[in-house]
């Protein structure tokens, strides 16, 4: 029922840019908060950035004045513009949708961002 489809990553080289995109469906009732994590290898997954319902936003010192978390409600859409690409940025990025009302979470697939010479 529900669906949350990530695109825009891959392999980019240290101080290129990408922008991740997650697309939700089947959330009737409609979406509270939106965000980024990712997980390396070997490392836990961290909150990269989140932006709530009415464009509040926070983001992980790691990756603040680099990134940008923005989301077209309309379009039920989160998006993640990502800048000054490092080689730490490398993990596997997983979209977060929370719902309103009863603020159940549900989880992109995740999609992989390589930064690499």
């Known amino acids: 029922q529900v669906q949350l489809v990530e695109s825009g990553g891959g392999l980019v080289q240290p101080g290129g840019s990408l922008r991740l995109s997650c697309a939700a469906s089947?959330?009737?009732?409609?979406?509270?908060?939106m965000g980024w994590y990712r997980q390396a290898p070997g490392m836990q997954r961290e909150l990269v950035a989140v932006i709530a319902r009415g464009g509040r936003t926070n983001y992980a010192d790691s990756v603040k004045g680099r990134f940008t978390i923005s989301r077209d409600n309309g379009k039920n859409t989160v998006y993640l513009q990502m800048n000054s690409l490092k080689p730490e940025d490398t993990a596997l990025y997983y979209c977060?949708?929370?719902?309103?009302?009863?603020?159940?979470?549900?989880w992109g697939q995740g999609t992989q961002v390589t930064v690499s010479s």
């Open positions: 977060n949708v929370v719902q309103r009302f009863n603020y159940l979470e549900h």
């Open positions: 089947g959330i009737i009732f409609g979406i509270d908060r």
